[in-house]
């Protein structure tokens, strides 16, 4: 649908445009939210579950973030708001510098046993 948008093929609106995203990201933030508000059952086992849970608020994170991109992005560009391209890319800059620290953790981590 962005190629034909971008080709002048349709005249949607850009919301409309990047609906699969909208469709995608909502099924992954409900899967985060049902598996952390599993954490809250009685049974619950809390063996690594700091790490885990902090590992969950930073996808839930990384999700809001994107989103926050794609909506200020499509606002940009059916001109609802006035404002830079470079503070529509803030969101987008956030999640790349923190998926990289998350990265490098990852690998760099050395467990202390």
Known sequence: MLVLKLDKK???NWFLVFLPVWSFDTILLLMLIVKMAGR?????????????LKKRVWYLVAIL????FCLTLCAKLERLME???????????TLL???????????????RD
């Open 10 to 12: 349709i005249q949607w």
């Open 40 to 52: 809250c059952k009685p049974g619950f086992d809390p063996r690594n579950g700091a790490e885990n």
């Open 83 to 93: 404002i830079w391209l470079s503070f529509v890319c803030i969101p987008l800059w």
């Open 65 to 68: 973030l994107k989103l926050a």
């Open 97 to 111: 510098i923190g998926a990289m620290v998350e990265l490098g953790y990852s690998v760099f981590h050395f467990r």
